[in-house]
C-alpha cells in the first residue's frame, strides 16, 4: 500500500501523513498507523473530536439549503426536542464526553462574553454600577423636588377653603416640578 492510499483509508491528506511520518508515524500497515496516531496526537487536533461534528470539509450549498429547509418546516414544539435532545450532560461519567461537554461550555461562555464586550463597546451595554449610580443621583434629584413642593405650596393653599382651588394650586405645582425634573440635563457615564 502506498502513502496517498494509507492517507484516504486514515481520513486525513497526504500532506499530514508526510508529517507524522516525519514524527515517527509507522506506514507499514492502516493499524499500525491508527494505533500510532490515537497515542501520539492531540486528542483536540482530530476530526473525531470535534464539538461540532464539523469534518473539516467544505459544506455544499444544498446541505446548507437543507438544513434551512428543516428548521422553516420544523414546527416549535420539535425546535424545543431538539435543542434538549442536545442540551450538554455534565452528570456523565463517560470522560470523553465530559469532555466534549465542557470545551462546548467553555466556548460558549467565552462567545457570550465576546457579544457583551461588543455590546458594550456599541454603547448598548452599561455597567451595573454606572446604572445604580445614574438612578441614585436621579431618585435623589426626585426626593428633594418633592420636599421642596410641600414647602411651596403650603403658604399658596393657607387660607384657601375651595377644594377645587386647592386641588388645582397643587396640581400646578406638581407639574412644574415634573416638568423641571423631566428637563434634567442627561447624566454621562464616568468609564
Known amino acids: 500500500m502506498n502513502k ?3 492517507a484516504n483509508q486514515i481520513g486525513i491528506s497526504r500532506e499530514l501523513l508526510h508529517r507524522h511520518i516525519k514524527r515517527g508515524c509507522p506506514v ?3 493499524e499500525s498507523a491508527l494505533l500510532w496516531r490515537s497515542k501520539n496526537l492531540d486528542l483536540t487536533q482530530t476530526k473525531q473530536s470535534r ?6 470539509g467544505k459544506k455544499s450549498k444544498s446541505d446548507s439549503q437543507s438544513n434551512e429547509t428543516e428548521i422553516i418546516s420544523s414546527d416549535m414544539a420539535e425546535l424545543v426536542r431538539k435543542v434538549n435532545d442536545s442540551q450538554l450532560d455534565l452528570e456523565t461519567t463517560n470522560a470523553d464526553e465530559l ?9 460558549k461562555a467565552l462567545a457570550l462574553q465576546a457579544a457583551a464586550e461588543h455590546e458594550k463597546f456599541t454603547g448598548s451595554l452599561v455597567e451595573k454600577a454606572t446604572v445604580e449610580k445614574i438612578i441614585f443621583e436621579r431618585a435623589r434629584q426626585f426626593r428633594d423636588g418633592v420636599m421642596a413642593c410641600s414647602r411651596r405650596i403650603a403658604p399658596e393653599v393657607i387660607g384657601k377653603e375651595s377644594i377645587v382651588e386647592i386641588e388645582s394650586l397643587i396640581q400646578k405645582e406638581l407639574r412644574a416640578m415634573l416638568e423641571q425634573f423631566a ?8 468609564d
Open 183 to 190: 428637563k434634567l440635563p442627561v447624566i454621562e457615564r464616568t
Open 51 to 56: 464539538i461540532t461534528g464539523n469534518s473539516g
Open 28 to 30: 507499514d500497515s492502516l
Open 99 to 107: 469532555f466534549k461537554n465542557s470545551r462546548a461550555l467553555k466556548e
Open 4 to 6: 496517498t492510499e494509507l
